[in-house]
Structures are given as C-alpha cells and as structure tokens.
C-alpha cells in the first residue's frame, strides 16, 4: 500500500507516470515541443534537468555541456542567457528556460534533477519568485545540493540523494527501520549490479513512508514487473507506452 503523501507533490490517484526529459519519441528531450507532447497525452508529471547560466537564467537542459544536444563542446554554464536563447538543437527547437516551462504548463509537476551547483541558487530564487514549491520534487545525484536547496525553499518535496539511497537499501536488506525526511526513494531497478528495487525495498520504503519511483524504464515487461512490485511511480523516455500498459492495469489515474 503506497505511504500517506507528506507532500502536496506526491498526492495523486494510481501510478506516477513520469514524463522523462518530457519523453524523446517525438521531439528532442527538454525541448518545449517534447513537454507539449507529453502534456497532450495526458501526462501532468514532466521530469526535467537543470543548469544556470553565467548571469543565473535556469534552463531545461542536461548535459553539463552542448556537445551531444547541440554540436558545439561548450559548458552550457559558461554561456549567458542571451547566448543560450539562441541555441538550437536538432529540429530547430530552443532550449527552454524552467520560467517558461512553469508558465506554459500551469498544472504540471515538474521532478527537477538539480545538475550542478551554480544552478543551486537560481533555482532557488526562481521558485521562490514563481512560487511553484508545490509543483516541484528536487533530485540530484548530489545530497548536498539537495540539502541546500531544502534548507532554502522549506518544506519542499525531494528525492534521495545517492547517500540517502545506499542507507535506504542497506537499512532494507538488514531490515532496520530508519527515518527519512524525502518523499521518495527515486531508483534505479540496478546500481553497480546490485538490485535497487525488489518487492521486499519496495514494501520496506512503504513502512519508511517513501514513495518508490524507478527510472528510466522504456521495457513493457519491465514496466509490469515493477508495477507487479508495487512501485508508486515509473519515470519513461516513452509516454505512449507507459501510459498504454498503465491504462492497461487501470492504474492511469484521473488528470494524470
């Protein structure tokens, strides 16, 4: 049975489908025309990535640098925000800024991965100013830019860092209850050849009161043998196929 939601985030009827980089099936990853698609379809969670520019702009982006996305090897970090507006990766598609993405979608939820720590601040300040502390989950693969960003926003929904998810799955697999104040454990299925979720860390991370969301699974079997585990939320590049098997289970909630 899915925990008691200590956050406004986590409140929803069935799965949490999780709209990875906003999908990539049918426009580029953190572009405006993939968020777009994936709200279309009914999606009202939008996972996402951010970085800053030089003078503090919060963008949708992920890799530290443009090299993949947009053909150029440049830290996107060391661009100012007139620089970056004027990028385009393949398909002519902008790079977003988070403002717009907070304004376009007024009734998504956005899981932002926290990439570097320049964007720490801006991010913060731009929550503050947009108010959206509700409509977001902080994640990083750094607990302490984590940490940082709740000691500023407050009560705000966030994630494990990869400390917190080592002492959550070793507390799981001796099965000692200990206390955490994220919302969720977000997980990969495996980390270095060690299974991160099973039916027994998933059941455990209820009794913790975290919520379990794994990504990024594109696999429909995979996807029914996390959902058969109980998992409360998977995060896909593939919104049409994770929305179809979660349709399939009756398990696609209401205004998803």
Request: net charge negative.
């Amino acid at each position: 049975m899915r925990p008691k939601a200590d956050y406004a985030y986590l409140e929803h009827d069935g799965v949490l489908a999780f709209a990875h980089r906003g999908g990539d099936r049918r426009a580029p990853e953190n572009t405006l025309a993939a968020f777009q698609d994936a709200v279309d379809q009914g999606y009202t969670y939008l996972e996402t990535d951010v970085h800053a520019s030089t003078d503090g702009v919060v963008y949708a982006f992920h890799d530290d640098d443009l090299q993949r996305m947009v053909g150029e090897p440049v830290a996107i970090s060391t661009l100012t925000a007139s620089q970056i507006d004027k990028l385009r990766v393949e398909g002519g598609h902008a790079i977003p800024r988070m403002a717009d993405l907070f304004d376009a979608f007024p009734n998504a939820k956005f899981n932002i991965d926290a990439k570097a720590w320049p964007v720490v601040e801006p991010l913060c300040d731009l929550v503050q100013q947009m108010q959206t502390h509700e409509r977001i989950c902080i994640g990083s693969f750094s607990d302490g830019r984590i940490e940082k960003i709740v000691r500023r926003l407050g009560k705000v929904c966030h994630s494990l860092g990869p400390k917190g998810a080592l002492r959550f799955r070793t507390a799981a697999l001796v099965g000692r209850r200990v206390s955490f104040t994220a919302g969720a454990a977000q997980l990969p299925v495996r980390q270095a050849g060690v299974p991160m979720v099973t039916k027994a860390s998933v059941a455990y991370a209820h009794k913790c009161g975290l919520q379990v969301h794994v990504w990024t699974i594109n696999c429909e079997s995979t996807m029914h043998e996390l959902l058969d585990m109980g998992v409360d939320g998977l995060m896909t590049d593939d919104c049409a196929l994770l929305k179809s098997v979660l349709v399939s289970r009756n398990l696609w909630g209401a205004g998803q």
